[in-house]
């Protein structure tokens, strides 16, 4: 029996919410384009069945490559610890 060759929309979109682990790192490529580098912490909170309490789970570390103007931003309003939302996609 043949089965139907469905077509699914491509799509790569993320929205991450997490905290940096270390300051952003700033770097200019040969054009002089900005590229800022860090990575971020996710954990997801759970109530333990047993106990009753809030607990995290074990993190998650996502490293963010982020250009242009916007990479010039986050190494001048970013430090490490601070909450982060980072919408993008996957590579």
Known sequence: MNQPNYQLPQQNNVILVGRLTRDPELKKTSSSKSVCRFDIAISRRFKDAVTGEWKDS????????????????????????????VEGRLQ
């Open 58 to 85: 074990d993190p998650t570390y996502v490293p963010i490559i982020v250009w242009g103007d916007q990479a010039d931003r986050c190494a001048d309003k970013l430090k490490k610890g601070m909450p982060v939302h």
